[in-house]
C-alpha cells in the first residue's frame, strides 16, 4: 500500500521537476514547485502513516505553510516583473548574470 | 739571517703622539670641506700647514725612535677598540712605518706647496687641498696601522682620495671615468686583500702585527700561507698597478698633475710593495707566493717600460715609466729579506725622482697651456731652465747614471735579484733598466730638446718660485738619498728590527759584469732615443708606426682585454639578469596572477542568467549528493 | 617606568592630534608631527642610557593579560637587538618628517594630464607617519609572539595608504602588489603561530617560556618555513623580492626610507629573533639553503642594480643586494656574523635611508627618477652631490662608514663557517662600487646637463635632514662599539638559545705564547 503512495509522489515529484526545467512561463514553473513541494507532502505523510507517528504530517503542514507565504512573495514578484517587461518568461528575465 | 724583533707596547714621548700624524690632516680635510666658501681664502694654507705639521711629528717621532735601542726599535701605541673583540686600533712605530711616514709627510708637503701655485688659478682649490689632506691622512693611516683592518681602513680611504682627486675636474667626462676605472679596478684588489683578512683571522685568530710574527709557519700549513700571500699579492696589485690589475693608472693621470705626483707616483702605489714587504712574515714562509711576487713584478717592469716607449703624451709615459719602477720594487720585495731594503730604498729614491719628475711635467704643462702632448713640444730648455735641470737630475737618477739615487738602488735590487732569484729574473731586470734608458731619454729631448714644436698660443715661461722650490728640494734628494741609503748598507740595518735582515749584509760593487751590463744597455737606449728623437726632427702628429708601436700605445692591450672579457660579458650579464628579473621572477608572480584572474573571468561564464539552467545544475548536484549518500551508506 | 607603552602611546596620540587639527592647518601638523617624533627620540635616548648591556636579557619588559582565553598577553621588553633597532626607527622618523614637509604639497602626480588628481591630505599623510612609528616600535619590543604577529601586520595598513595615496604614477599596482605578498606570507606565519601555540600546549604566547619548547625535528621544520617564509618576504630574500622595487620606486621618498630602512628589518628581525631561538634544529639543517639563497640575493641584487635605469628602483635593488648581507649573517650562526648583522640593520636603515632621502630631494627639483635625465649636478649643487656621495660610498660599505664594519664582521664571521659564501658574497663589494659610482658618475659627473642648470643646493631644511645622518654613519664608521656593545651580549643569548657553539677561532699567537711558557 505504502509503494503506491510513493510511486505517486516520485511521479508527482518528477512531472514537477521537469515542468520547472523545461516551461517558460514563471506561473507554470512556480506552479511546477507547488507540485513538487506537495509530492513532498503526500512521502511526508505516507511515511507517518506508516510508522504512526505524527512527526510527518506536522512536517507536511509546515511545509504548506512556508509553500503558501513562498506563493505570496513569488506571485508579487512575478506580477512586477511581467508590469515592467510585458513578458511571463523566465529566460527574458536573464539580466543577472557574469 | 736576523727576524723582526717584537712590539713594545710604547707610552708617552713623540711617538705616544704619533696618532696626531693621521688626526691633523683628517681635521684639515674635515675643516675645509664643512667650511665650504668661508674657507676658500686661507683654506690652502691651512692645508699646508697641517701637512706640514704631520712632517714635524713624523721627524719627531723619528728622532725618538732612532734614540732607543736597536732590539727595541718597534712600537705600538694603542688607541681605541674598533670592533671589540677583533681588533683595536692602534698605531706602529717602527722603522719600515716611520720611513713611509717621512716620506709620505715630507714629499706630501712639498707638493701641497707646489699645488697652491699649480691649483691657483682654479677656483676649487680649497676643496683640491682638503682632498689632498684627506689622502695624507689615509695613507698614514695605512702606513701606520699596527693591524691589518687599521690597513684596510687607510687602504680604501687612499683609494677614495685617489678617486676624488682623479675626478677633481669631474666635468670632463673623462676623468669621472678614470676616476670609476680606479675605484673599481682597485677594488678588485681590495676583493683579495678582504679574503686574506678572513683567512689570517680564522687561521690566528687575530689580525694585529704584533700576533703574526716569524712563528705564523707553526701554525698554519704551507698551502695556507701561499693562499694568504696570493691573496695579499692580489690586493697589491690592485693598489699598485701591476699585471694584471695594471689598467687603471695610464688612465688616473687625468687628475691634476701634483695629484699624479703625490698619489700616483710617490706614495699611494707603492702601498702595494709596503703591503708585501709588512706581510713578509708569510711570504717567506710560502715560496711558492714569494715566485709569484717576483714574476708579476718582472712582468710589469718590462709591460711598464714598454708601455712608456709609445707614450707621447708626457704624464702618460711617466705613468708607464712608474709602473715599471714599481715592479722593480715589487721584485724586491718578493726577494725576502736580502730585497726588502732595496725594495722600500728604491721606493724612496722613486718618490723623490718620480714626484720630481711629475712635478716638473707639470711646470710644463702650466707653462704650455696644459698641453701634454710631448710633440707639441721641443727646446723648452732655454725658456725654462730650472724646470729643465731638476727634471734632468731626476731623469739620470731613474736611468740608474752613476752616483745618483736610483743608481744605488736599483742596481741594489738587480744585484739581488741575480743572487736570491736567478739569472732570468735578474737578466730581465737589467733589459728593463735599458728600456728605460731609452724612454727616458725619449722624454727629456722630445721635451726640452730639439725643435720648437709648440702650438701658436704657447708662451713657455719658468714657473712661480713656490712651484720650482719644492723641484729643488726634490731634485737634491734625487741626487743624494741613495748613496745615503745604500752604502754601508745604512738602511738595511735601520729597516733590520721591522723586516729582518740576512744573516750576511751584502756588499755594494760599483763595478759588477750586472752593474757593467746594465749601464751598457742604458747608454745604449740613451744613444737609440738620442738618435731618433735628438738628432732626428720628430713629427708633429705621431706617425702610424709598427705594429709593435700600435701594441704599446694601446698599453699592451690591456684594455681591449678587460673590455672583452670583463666588460661585455658583463654587460650581457647585467641585461639578461634585469630581463629575467622583471619578466622571469616578477613575471612568475604576475603570471601566477593573470592565471587566477584568467580562470576566474572563464569561470563566471557559467552564470547565465537563465534561471531554468540554474536548476538544472541544482538537480544534478542534487542527484549527485544522493548518489554519493547511497554509495557511501552501502559501503 | 613603562617605558616601551609609552614610546607606543606618544605617536599614536600624536597621531590622533594631527589627525584631529582642522582643515586647512596642514603647516600646524607638520610641525605637530615632527615635536611627537622628537619627543619619540628623546624618550628612546632617554630609555636607552638606562639599558644595561650586561643585565636581564630583556628589559623594561611589561606584561599585562589581553585575551586570557587563549593565553594572549600584551607583554613587551626589549634585548640589545630590539633596542638599536627601536632606536634606529625612533632616529629615522623625525628625519623623514623633515625630509617629507613639501612632498605630499600639490595634487597625486598622474600618467594623464586630463583627468583632475586627487588632492592628497598633509594632515593624513603626517598622522599615517606617527601611526607607523608605533607600529614599528611595537613590533621589535613585543614579546609575545601573538603581539608581534599583529603589530607585523598592522604595520602594513599604514604603508599602504602612504604609497596608495602618496606615491608616484603606478602607486596602486605598487601598493596592492606590497599587501599581497605581505598578507601571503603573513598568513603563512598566522598558521605557524597558531600551530605553534597548540603543539606547545602551555597556553601562552609568551616568546621566552616558548623557547626550547618545540623539541620533534618535523614539527620544528614545519613551524620554521611558516615563520621563514614570513620573514623572507618581508626582508626580502632572493626570490620573494620583486615587491620592493616597485613599492620602493612608487612610495614617496619618505616612506621609502621607513619601508626599506626599517619595516624590512623586521624580517630579518624576525629570522634571528624567531627562527634561530623557537626552531634551533630546522635553522641548523635549513641553513645552507638559506646561504645559498642570500648568497644569489648579494650578487643577483648587486648585478640588477647596475642595469637599473631609475634610482630608487637602483636603491632598492642594492638593498637587496645587502638584506641577503644581512641573512647570510643571521644563518652564519657565528658571534661576528649576526652581531655583523644586527649592526648592518641599523647601519643599512641609515646609509640607504640618506641615499633615498636624497634621492627624494633630486627628484623633487627634476619631477624625474630617471638616471638619464640628470647630469653634473656636483656642479651646480656640491653640498647635495656630495652629501649623497658619502651615503653611496657608506652602502658601498667603504671603510671609515657604517657598513663596512657590519660588512666586514658579516664575512669575516661567516668565513669561520663557511668560506666559500663568503668569498661570493665579498665579490658583491667590488659589485657595489660599480653601481654606486656608476650611478654617481651618471648623474653627478659629467658636462651640466640643461635640466639641471637651476639646481638649487641643499636648503637649511635640506641640510637639517641629511646632516644627522651622515654624522651617524661616519661616527659609527669608526666608532662602533657602543652598538656593538649592546648587541654582542643579545647575540650571545640568541646563540645559546639556537644551541650553537660558535666555532671559536684558533688562539691566538700571544696566547698560545703564554700557555708554552
Known amino acids: ?98 | 739571517m736576523e727576524s723582526p724583533v717584537e712590539i713594545l707596547t710604547h707610552a708617552g714621548g713623540a711617538i705616544g703622539y704619533s696618532w696626531l700624524m693621521i688626526a691633523l690632516p683628517l681635521l684639515g680635510a674635515a675643516i675645509l670641506l664643512l667650511g665650504g666658501r668661508r674657507t676658500d681664502r686661507w683654506g690652502h694654507l691651512l692645508g699646508v700647514a697641517m701637512s706640514l705639521a704631520a712632517f714635524a711629528v713624523a721627524v719627531a717621532s723619528f728622532v725618538e725612535l732612532t734614540g732607543l735601542p736597536e732590539g727595541e726599535r718597534r712600537r705600538g701605541v694603542g688607541l681605541f677598540e674598533f670592533i671589540p673583540g677583533m681588533v683595536d686600533l692602534g698605531v706602529l712605530i717602527d722603522p719600515l712605518s716611520i720611513s713611509f711616514a717621512l716620506l709620505i709627510t715630507g714629499v706630501g708637503s712639498l707638493i701641497h706647496i707646489y699645488s697652491i701655485g699649480y691649483m691657483s688659478h682654479d677656483h676649487d682649490r680649497r676643496r683640491f687641498f682638503a682632498y689632498l689632506n684627506l689622502f695624507v691622512a689615509a695613507m698614514l693611516l695605512l702606513v701606520l696601522s699596527d693591524n691589518y683592518l687599521g690597513l684596510f681602513v687607510g687602504w680604501e680611504g687612499v683609494g677614495l682620495a685617489s678617486y676624488l682627486l682623479i675626478g677633481f675636474w669631474q666635468f670632463k667626462p673623462s676623468a669621472a671615468t678614470a676616476a670609476q676605472k680606479a675605484f673599481i679596478i682597485n677594488r678588485v684588489g681590495d676583493f683579495g686583500l678582504l679574503i686574506a683578512m678572513f683567512t689570517i683571522w680564522t687561521t690566528f685568530g687575530s689580525l694585529a702585527f704584533r700576533d703574526l710574527g716569524a712563528d705564523v709557519t707553526t701554525q698554519a700549513s704551507e698551502g695556507t700561507l701561499t693562499a694568504i700571500g696570493l691573496l695579499l699579492l692580489l690586493g697589491a696589485c690592485g693598489k699598485s698597478a701591476q699585471l694584471p690589475l695594471q689598467a687603471w693608472l695610464l688612465d688616473a693621470m687625468e687628475g691634476p698633475t701634483p695629484v699624479s705626483a703625490l698619489i700616483h707616483a710617490a706614495t699611494m702605489v707603492t702601498a702595494g710593495v709596503y703591503l708585501v714587504v709588512r706581510s713578509g712574515a708569510f711570504f717567506e714562509a710560502a715560496p711558492t707566493a714569494q715566485l709569484v711576487v717576483t714574476i708579476v713584478g718582472v712582468a710589469t717592469l718590462l709591460a711598464g717600460a714598454i708601455i712608456g716607449c709609445a707614450k707621447d703624451d708626457i704624464k702618460k709615459g711617466l705613468a708607464g715609466s712608474t709602473m715599471s719602477q714599481i715592479g722593480y720594487m715589487m721584485l724586491g720585495a718578493g726577494l725576502g729579506p736580502a730585497g726588502y731594503a732595496f725594495a722600500i730604498g728604491h721606493l724612496i729614491t722613486h718618490g723623490f725622482f718620480k714626484a720630481n719628475m711629475f712635478l716638473g711635467a707639470g711646470s710644463v704643462m702650466h707653462a704650455m697651456n696644459d698641453e701634454v702632448d710631448m710633440r707639441r713640444y721641443g727646446g723648452l730648455f732655454s725658456v725654462m731652465k730650472i724646470t729643465a735641470v731638476t727634471f734632468i737630475i731626476g731623469y739620470l737618477a731613474i736611468i740608474g747614471f752613476p752616483l745618483l739615487s736610483g743608481y744605488f738602488t736599483k742596481e741594489g735590487i738587480i744585484e739581488t735579484a741575480m743572487h736570491e732569484g736567478g739569472p732570468i729574473l735578474g737578466w730581465l731586470a737589467v733589459v728593463g733598466a735599458g728600456i728605460t734608458g731609452f724612454y727616458m731619454s725619449r722624454m727629456v729631448f722630445m721635451t726640452f730638446f730639439g725643435k720648437r714644436r709648440w702650438a701658436d698660443d704657447a708662451h713657455p715661461h719658468e714657473s712661480p718660485a713656490v712651484m720650482t722650490w719644492p723641484l729643488i728640494i726634490l731634485s737634491i734628494g734625487s741626487v743624494f738619498l741613495g748613496a745615503f741609503l745604500v752604502l754601508g748598507n745604512r738602511f738595511m740595518i735601520f729597516l733590520s728590527p721591522a723586516v729582518g735582515r740576512p744573516a750576511e749584509l751584502p756588499e755594494f760593487h760599483f763595478l759588477s759584469v750586472t752593474g757593467l751590463a746594465t749601464l751598457a744597455l742604458v747608454a745604449a737606449g740613451a744613444a737609440f732615443a738620442w738618435f731618433r728623437y735628438g738628432a732626428a726632427e720628430v713629427p708633429a702628429v705621431a706617425p702610424r708606426g709598427s705594429f709593435l708601436t700600435a701594441f704599446a700605445r694601446r698599453d699592451l692591450y690591456g684594455d681591449a682585454l678587460n673590455e672583452s672579457l670583463f666588460m661585455r660579458p658583463g654587460q650581457w650579464l647585467t641585461r639578461l639578469s634585469v630581463f629575467v628579473d622583471n619578466r622571469g621572477i616578477d613575471g612568475l608572480v604576475n603570471g601566477l596572477a593573470a592565471g587566477i584572474g584568467g580562470t576566474s573571468g572563464r569561470l563566471r561564464r557559467v552564470q547565465t542568467g537563465y534561471a531554468r539552467s540554474y536548476a538544472l545544475s541544482i538537480f544534478f548536484g542534487a542527484a549527485v549528493v544522493v548518489g554519493a549518500l547511497l554509495y557511501v551508506g552501502n559501503m | ?517
Request: proline share 5%; glycine share 8%; aromatic share 12%.
Open chain 3, 1 to 517: 617606568m613603562p617605558w616601551l607603552s609609552i614610546l607606543m602611546a606618544v605617536p599614536v596620540l600624536g597621531a590622533v592630534g594631527v589627525a584631529c587639527l582642522p582643515k586647512g592647518s596642514d603647516k600646524l601638523a607638520k610641525q605637530l608631527a615632527l615635536l611627537v617624533s622628537l619627543v619619540v627620540l628623546g624618550l628612546t635616548v632617554a630609555m636607552a642610557v638606562q639599558f644595561s648591556p650586561d643585565g636581564e636579557r630583556f628589559q623594561f619588559t611589561e606584561t599585562y593579560s589581553w585575551i586570557p582565553a587563549f593565553g594572549v598577553n600584551y607583554g613587551v621588553g626589549v634585548d640589545g637587538i630590539a633596542l638599536v633597532l627601536i632606536a634606529l626607527s625612533a632616529v629615522l622618523v623625525p628625519v623623514v618628517v623633515l625630509a617629507s614637509w613639501h612632498d605630499t604639497d600639490g595634487p597625486a602626480p598622474d600618467g594623464r594630464s586630463d583627468a583632475p588628481a586627487p588632492k592628497r591630505s598633509a594632515k593624513t599623510y603626517f598622522a599615517l607617519l606617527l601611526v607607523l612609528e608605533a607600529m614599528m616600535i611595537g613590533v621589535f619590543a613585543a614579546t609575545d609572539i601573538f603581539l608581534f604577529y599583529v603589530f607585523f601586520e598592522a604595520m602594513l595598513i599604514p604603508m599602504y595608504f602612504m604609497i596608495g595615496s602618496y606615491g608616484g604614477v603606478q602607486r596602486s599596482y605598487a601598493a596592492v602588489k606590497f599587501l599581497l605578498y605581505s598578507l601571503f606570507g603573513g598568513l603563512l606565519m598566522l598558521v605557524a603561530v597558531i600551530a605553534l601555540y597548540a603543539i606547545a600546549d602551555k597556553n601562552t604566547f609568551m616568546f621566552p617560556e616558548l623557547v626550547g619548547v618545540i623539541q620533534d625535528p618535523t614539527t620544528q621544520k614545519w613551524l620554521f618555513a611558516g615563520f621563514f617564509i614570513a620573514f623572507a618576504v618581508k626582508a626580502p630574500l632572493w626570490p620573494f623580492h620583486t615587491w620592493l622595487p616597485d613599492a620602493a620606486a612608487q612610495a614617496p621618498a619618505g616612506a621609502a626610507v621607513l619601508l626599506v630602512g626599517v619595516l624590512d628589518k623586521v624580517g630579518t628581525y624576525g629570522m634571528l629573533r624567531f627562527c634561530l631561538e623557537l626552531f634551533p634544529d630546522a635553522s641548523k639543517s635549513f641553513a645552507i639553503p638559506v646561504i645559498v639563497l642570500s648568497v644569489i640575493g648579494i650578487i643577483y641584487g648587486a648585478v640588477v642594480a647596475i642595469g637599473q635605469t631609475d634610482m630608487k628602483r637602483l636603491i632598492a635593488y642594492t638593498s637587496i643586494s645587502h638584506f641577503g648581507f644581512i641573512a647570510l649573517g643571521v644563518f652564519a650562526m657565528t658571534q661576528n656574523a649576526q652581531a655583523g648583522a644586527t649592526l648592518y640593520m641599523v647601519n643599512h636603515g641609515f646609509s640607504t635611508g640618506a641615499l633615498f632621502l636624497i634621492a627624494g630631494f633630486l627628484i623633487h627639483r627634476r619631477g624625474s627618477a630617471r638616471i638619464a635625465d640628470y647630469g653634473g649636478v656636483q656642479k651646480v649643487a656640491p653640498l647635495l652631490a656630495g652629501a649623497f656621495l658619502i651615503a653611496g660610498l657608506s652602502s658601498l660599505a667603504l671603510p671609515g662608514l657604517s657598513s663596512f664594519v657590519s660588512e666586514f664582521m658579516v664575512m669575516i664571521g661567516t668565513y669561520e663557517r663557511y668560506a666559500v659564501p663568503a668569498i661570493i658574497g665579498a665579490i658583491g663589494v667590488i659589485l657595489a662600487a660599480i653601481y654606486i659610482l656608476w650611478m654617481y658618475k651618471r648623474m653627478m659627473n659629467g658636462p651640466t646637463a640643461d635640466a639641471v642648470k637651476g639646481f638649487a643646493d641643499l636648503n637649511g631644511r635640506e641640510i637639517a635632514v641629511v646632516a644627522p645622518l651622515i654624522a651617524l654613519i661616519i661616527a659609527l664608521g669608526f666608532f662602533p662599539k657602543p652598538l656593538l656593545d649592546v648587541i654582542n651580549p643579545a647575540v650571545d643569548k640568541t646563540l645559546t638559545n639556537a644551541q650553537v657553539s660558535d666555532k671559536q677561532p684558533a688562539p691566538t699567537v700571544a696566547e698560545k705564547k703564554g700557555s708554552g711558557q
Open chain 1, 1 to 98: 500500500m505504502t509503494t503506491h503512495y510513493l510511486v505517486l509522489s516520485a511521479l508527482l515529484f518528477s512531472i514537477g521537476a521537469l515542468g520547472v526545467l523545461l516551461r517558460r512561463n514563471a506561473i507554470v514553473v512556480f506552479m511546477c514547485v507547488e507540485l513538487m513541494l506537495n509530492a513532498c507532502n503526500l512521502a511526508f505523510v505516507t511515511f507517518a502513516g506508516q510508522h504512526g507517528s505524527l512527526d510527518g504530517q506536522l512536517i507536511a503542514f509546515f511545509v504548506m505553510v512556508v509553500a503558501a507565504a513562498e506563493v505570496v512573495i513569488g506571485l508579487a514578484i512575478i506580477v512586477m516583473i511581467f508590469r515592467t517587461r510585458r513578458s511571463a518568461s523566465v529566460d527574458d528575465a536573464n539580466l543577472l548574470k557574469y
